[in-house]
């Protein structure tokens, strides 16, 4: 994916330019980074991605749902199945996704990526410490299954999560599937799905 608008939700970079003339032709072109931009991320970005990852969950539990390695390993293998959300060229909130292509996650899905399946797997979202409780999380999530829409081989998408979180995900349209089959230590997680696709799809695809 290119990178996606940021309006309607943000004010976007050419609003906020000088007006023409303003900038002297000696001093040269002044290049400000824009001051809200959507994009796929890259393994370029998996630093950021870690940083944001260590604060939101390593300082919490000790683990976190992707390690450095892994953050790359998908940054690779399908960053179009990710999406940042800078502003003014700083990572403040991401998803990064893979697919999958069994009805429920099992514990290869942490670690794959099967690119013939139709389900994608959100390993994780995640917004940076300052900028939480700003709506920003919902919002990526919002814009991230938009995206999925244009993508024609996503039928859902799915995620696990603990209990407390279950909320969060109902008000983006996810429902709850059951108890995962995923443990890691003691933690037990919630599946839930978010049908980006309707039946049309499933009878076009069945083959019947
Ligand atoms: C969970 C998270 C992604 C939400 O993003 P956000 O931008 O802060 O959330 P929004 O501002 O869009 O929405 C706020 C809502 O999220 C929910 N929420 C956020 N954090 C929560 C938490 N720790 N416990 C319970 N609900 C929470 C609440 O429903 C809240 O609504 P309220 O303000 O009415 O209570 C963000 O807090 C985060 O990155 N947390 C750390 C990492 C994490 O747990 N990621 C999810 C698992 S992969």
Redesign the pocket.
């Known amino acids: 994916m290119s990178t996606v608008s940021a309006l309607p939700f943000l004010k976007s970079s050419l609003l906020m330019r000088p007006p023409m003339g303003s900038t002297s032709p000696r001093r040269g072109r002044r290049h400000t980074l824009p001051a809200s931009e959507f994009r796929c991320l890259s393994p370029e970005d998996a630093i950021s991605v870690f940083e944001i990852e260590r604060e939101?969950?390593i300082s919490v539990s000790g683990e976190c749902?992707l390690h450095l390695d892994e953050v790359c390993h998908f940054l690779t293998l399908c960053p179009e199945l990710s999406l940042g959300w800078f502003e003014e060229g700083r990572l403040v909130?991401f998803i990064i996704g893979s697919l999958w292509d069994q009805e429920k996650l099992a514990m290869d899905a942490l670690t794959l990526h099967k690119p013939h399946g139709s389900t994608v797997h959100l390993h994780?979202?995640?917004?940076h410490r300052t900028?939480?409780?700003?709506?920003?999380?919902?919002?990526l999530m919002w814009r991230y299954l938009q995206y999925l829409r244009c993508l024609p081989y996503v039928r859902c998408a799915v995620?696990m999560?603990e209990d407390?979180?279950v909320?969060?995900y109902q008000?983006s349209g996810f429902k709850v599937q059951g108890p995962s089959d995923i443990t890691v230590g003691p933690l037990t997680f919630i599946e839930m799905m978010y049908p980006v696709r309707g039946h049309a799809y499933m009878r076009r695809n069945s083959g019947v």
């Open positions: 939101a969950f749902p909130a994780v979202l995640a917004v900028f939480r409780q700003q709506g920003k999380g919902s919002i995620l999560c407390f979180l909320p969060f008000k």
